[in-house]
């Protein structure tokens, strides 16, 4: 794998199951399970940079 375009992350278990259980039933059809990370990382940034760094609760 080309280090320069791919990066690993660790997570839990439990983590797992949850973003697995996205990529299966969130989307129209399955998706894989990186491009469900990508996907919500790069909402979660838009999110971010759209509403400053601290969002009130």
Not at 19 to 27: D, I, N, T
Request: hydrophobic content about 30%; charged content about 35%; overall charge positive.
């Amino acid at each position: 794998m080309n280090p320069d375009k791919f990066k690993s992350v660790a997570i839990n278990i439990q983590t797992y199951k949850l973003l697995e259980e996205l990529s299966q039933k969130k989307f129209e059809l399955p998706i894989s399970m990186s491009k469900t990370v990508e996907f919500f990382i790069q909402r979660g940034h838009k999110d971010y940079k759209e509403n400053g760094k601290r969002q009130s609760k």
